[in-house]
C-alpha cells in the first residue's frame, strides 16, 4: 500500500514566524508532489507543486523535495492567522495516475 | 470564470436509492477525478479519469461508478448506497493526462440513513 505520512499536528507558531510542516512517501518512483491548504468545510486549495529535488519559490511559502529520502516540506515565511487551516501533501504514484493524499497537518498561526 | 463545479451541494438520502453527483469543469482539462474525504481518514480517490472513455480506479472505488462520455463532465454514481458511504466528496480535474496540478470543487456532502 502507497502511503504519504504527515503529522498531524496542530503545529502551532506565532505569527511571523516560518511554520514547517513534512510529509513522507512510501513510493520511490513519484514522480509529481503537491501542498493544498483546506479550509474547515472548504475545498482544497493548490498552493504549490514541485517536480523535481531542491527548493521551489513562490511569494511566502517554499516546497523542498528530497527524493533520494522521500520527503516533501512547505515552509511558510511570516506566518499570519489566515494561514492558520490544514495543510495536505499529495504524490502522483509511479505507473499510474494515481494520487495519494497524506491526511493532513493542522496548522495554527497565533496573534 | 474557470471552474469545477459538483451538484448537489448537500444530499441526504436513504439506503439503496440510486443517486447521482454531477461534477463538469470549464477547463477543458483531460484529466478528471473524484475524491471521498473522511475524518482521521483523509482525502482517498475513488475514479479518475485520464480522457474521455478511459477511467481507472483509485484506491476506493467499490460501490462507485463513473462515465466520461464528455470532455467536461464526469459524474460520479452510487447505485445501492449504503451508509459508510457518507462522506464529503470531492471532483478535481487537471490539464494534461495526470500527474499535474489538481483543481477541486466545492464538495457535496452526502449522508446515507
Known amino acids: 500500500q502507497k502511503e504519504v505520512e504527515q503529522n498531524s499536528g496542530p503545529l502551532s507558531v506565532p505569527e511571523g514566524a516560518i511554520a514547517s510542516l513534512n510529509c513522507t512517501y512510501s513510493?520511490?518512483?513519484?514522480?509529481?508532489f503537491f501542498w493544498y491548504r483546506q479550509y474547515s468545510g472548504k475545498s482544497p486549495e493548490l498552493i504549490m507543486s514541485?517536480?523535481?529535488?531542491g527548493d521551489k519559490e513562490d511569494g511566502r511559502f517554499t516546497a523542498q523535495l528530497n527524493k533520494a529520502s522521500q520527503y516533501v516540506s512547505l515552509l511558510i515565511r511570516d506566518s499570519q492567522p489566515s494561514d492558520s487551516a490544514t495543510y495536505l501533501c499529495?504524490?502522483?504514484?509511479?505507473?499510474?495516475?494515481?494520487?495519494?493524499f497524506g491526511t493532513g497537518t493542522r496548522l495554527k498561526v497565533l496573534a | 470564470e474557470a471552474q469545477v463545479t459538483q451538484n448537489p451541494r448537500y444530499l441526504i438520502t436513504v439506503t439503496g436509492k440510486k443517486l447521482t453527483v454531477t461534477c463538469s469543469q470549464n477547463?477543458?482539462?483531460?484529466?478528471m477525478s473524484w475524491y471521498r474525504q473522511d475524518p482521521g481518514l483523509g482525502l482517498r480517490q475513488i475514479y479518475y479519469?485520464?480522457?474521455?472513455?478511459?477511467?481507472d480506479k483509485g484506491d476506493v472505488p467499490e460501490g462507485y461508478k463513473v462515465s466520461r462520455k464528455e470532455k467536461r463532465n464526469f459524474p460520479l454514481i452510487l447505485e445501492s448506497p449504503s451508509p459508510n458511504q457518507t462522506s464529503l466528496y470531492f471532483c478535481?480535474?487537471?490539464?494534461?493526462?495526470?500527474?499535474?496540478?489538481?483543481?477541486f470543487g466545492p464538495g457535496t456532502r452526502l449522508t446515507v440513513t
Open positions: 478535481a480535474s487537471s490539464l494534461g493526462g495526470g500527474a499535474g496540478e489538481q483543481y
Open positions: 513510493d520511490r518512483g513519484s514522480q509529481s
Open positions: 514541485i517536480y523535481s529535488n
Open positions: 499529495a504524490v502522483c504514484t509511479s505507473g499510474t495516475y494515481k494520487y495519494i
Open positions: 477547463m477543458n482539462h483531460e484529466y
Open positions: 479519469s485520464m480522457n474521455v472513455e478511459v477511467t
